[in-house]
Nanobody, 119 residues
Framework: QVQLVESGGGLVQAGGSLRLSCAAS????????IGWFRQAPGKEREFVAA????????NYAESVKGRFTISRDNAKNTVYLQMARLKPEDTAVYYC????????????WGQGTQVTVSS
């Protein structure tokens, strides 16, 4: 089992920045990928970014490339999502998720944190 706890959400003006944190516990994460997803009202959950814990390889959705950066802190077992140049369309509940790198499904999810970008 992997437990994930997100934090750092809030209200920010368009063009501003915010950093989300995902604290992981329960398992050694060397064989896991950690991802960020988001769900806006009335829309399906969508992929935002992911990182392979051991190799540090990252992947981003086209809509956030160049604006968002995913990173990890091995000592703190925490993954961050640094969000810059935020837009109103980035408003959503942001979720942290984990999966074993040999699997496709994201098996573990956090409770989510609200990000609201005002215009």
């Amino acid at each position: 089992q992997v437990q994930l706890v997100e934090s750092g959400g809030g209200l920010v003006q368009a063009g501003g920045s915010l950093r989300l944190s995902c604290a992981a516990s329960g398992r050694t994460l060397s064989s896991y990928a950690i991802g960020w997803f988001r769900q806006a009202p009335g829309k399906e959950r969508e992929f935002v970014a992911a990182i392979l814990w051991s190799a540090g390889i990252t992947n981003y959705a086209e809509s956030v490339k160049g604006r968002f950066t995913i990173s990890r802190d091995n000592a703190k077992n925490t993954v961050y999502l640094q969000m810059a140049r935020l837009k109103p369309e980035d408003t959503a509940v942001y979720y942290c998720a984990a999966r074993r790198i040999i699997e496709v499904a994201w098996d573990y999810w956090g409770q989510g944190t609200q990000v609201t970008v005002s215009s």
